[in-house]
């Protein structure tokens, strides 16, 4: 069993940063991969990012490539999410999910989901 919290949302205006962190428990965290995804209201949930188990693969929806870098420490069970250059259209409930194996850009593939943290960017 893993559980997921995450943390590190907030209000930031347009061109802002912010990084998301992404704490898991259980001894076996690092044999996972980790993805985030983002929901907006009235949107569905989309893929934003995600990373091997042993961090040396990563892929990111092309909204956010160059402005996102996922990133982990598995000697602190925590998966980290920095958002540079925030634009409006960010605006999200972002999630981290966590699946055994491989690493994956579809929702329905992780096992394991946080509570998720609100970010608002403002224009």
């Known amino acids: 069993q893993v559980q997921l919290v995450e943390s590190g949302g907030g209000l930031v205006q347009a061109g802002g940063s912010l990084r998301l962190s992404c704490a898991a428990s259980?001894?076996?965290?690092?044999?996972?991969?980790v993805g985030w995804f983002r929901q907006a209201p009235g949107k569905e949930r989309e893929f934003v990012a995600t990373i091997n188990w042993r961090g040396g693969d990563t892929d990111y929806a092309d909204s956010v490539k160059v402005r996102f870098t996922i990133s982990r420490d598995n000697a602190k069970n925590t998966v980290y999410l920095q958002m540079n250059s925030l634009k409006p259209e960010d605006t999200a409930v972002y999630y981290c999910?966590?699946?055994?194996?491989?690493?994956?850009?579809?929702?329905?593939?992780?096992?394991?989901w946080g509570q998720g943290t609100q970010v608002t960017v403002s224009s």
């Open positions: 259980g001894r076996t965290f690092s044999s996972y991969a």
């Open positions: 999910a966590a699946r055994w194996s491989s690493a994956s850009l579809v929702a329905d593939y992780y096992n394991y």
